[in-house]
């Protein structure tokens, strides 16, 4: 098959073409540099031409409300309408657990807006919502510090292994469409303010976390059941224990 991966050169994009491309089908990595702008539509129309399959594994470059509703709006219009022509079979896109639970953050919304052009389309599709990536606790800590402190909710996580996250999206681009969501998640349920903590701690990092159940995520507050899976997820089977020992040297 031809598959087109957009964002194929950022984290789960490239290991996900590099697991495609093993097994043996032709695809195409789709990003800015490579010549392929799904917001200005630059390009779209040649990467996509006699493509089977397209995952849009692309995120926003800027979180500000407005600036992430209008990057999944137009990347997601502009996308849509260049499979159509070009006749793709199955559209993947990978989003995110929660995502309707949260609409509290402006990112979700974006997330949302863009799950709800995919179900009208038309085109034959599967949307992937993942927990948070492990990859992305760096990041989470960030967006609680003030000082040395972490402020951040004790809600409970589900993180996953981004190789974990390349494999199912993988084994998707191979399948059948769904036409309807499915979810992945991490195989260990843990709080978040716990886990940032032992991140921390293992990468030598002085701050201190503090559990607050009314810090916000990302604009949203989070209850116990804002981030994980109950619907039969797919789950994967790296741990942090075994992520952190692979993929992080501590300062």
Same mark, same amino acid.
């Given at each position: 098959m031809k598959i087109v991966v957009i964002g194929g050169t950022g984290l789960i994009g490239s290991k996900t073409v590099e697991r495609l491309r093993t097994r043996g089908h032709e695809v195409i990595a789709a990003s800015p540099n490579s010549g392929v702008n799904t917001v200005t539509g630059e390009g779209l129309a040649e990467a996509l031409t006699s493509a089977d399959v397209v995952l849009d594994l692309a995120n926003s470059p800027s979180f500000e409300n407005k600036a992430v509703l209008e990057f999944f709006e137009m990347s997601g219009r502009n996308l849509l309408a260049a499979e159509k022509t070009a006749g793709v079979k199955h559209h993947i896109a990978l989003s995110v657990v929660g995502t309707e639970r949260l609409q509290d953050s402006g990112y979700f919304r974006g997330k949302l807006a863009q799950e709800q052009l995919i179900r009208a389309s038309g085109i034959p599709y599967t949307i992937v919502h993942s927990t948070q990536f492990m990859e992305f606790l760096s990041g989470i800590a960030q967006s609680g510090t003030v000082g040395q402190t972490v402020r951040l909710s004790p809600a409970y996580v589900q993180p996953i292994a981004s190789d974990d996250v390349a494999d199912a999206m993988a084994d998707v681009a191979l399948s059948a469409p769904a036409n309807k969501t499915i979810e992945? $998640?991490?195989?260990?349920?843990?709080?978040? #303010?716990?886990?940032?903590?032992?991140?921390? +701690?293992a990468t +030598?990092?002085?701050?201190?976390?503090?559990? !607050?159940?009314?810090? +916000?995520?990302?604009?949203?507050?989070?209850? !116990?059941? $804002?981030?994980? #899976? !109950?619907? !039969?997820?797919?789950?994967? $089977?790296?741990?942090?224990?075994?992520?952190?020992?692979? $993929?992080?040297?501590? +300062?």
């Open positions: 992945i $998640s991490g195989p260990e349920r843990v709080r978040l #303010s716990e886990l940032v903590a032992r991140y921390l +701690k +030598k990092d002085p701050r201190i976390v503090e559990a !607050d159940a009314e810090a +916000k995520y990302f604009g949203a507050r989070l209850n !116990d059941q $804002s981030l994980v #899976s !109950d619907d !039969d997820p797919r789950l994967g $089977s790296i741990t942090f224990e075994q992520w952190f020992a692979t $993929s992080v040297r501590p +300062k």
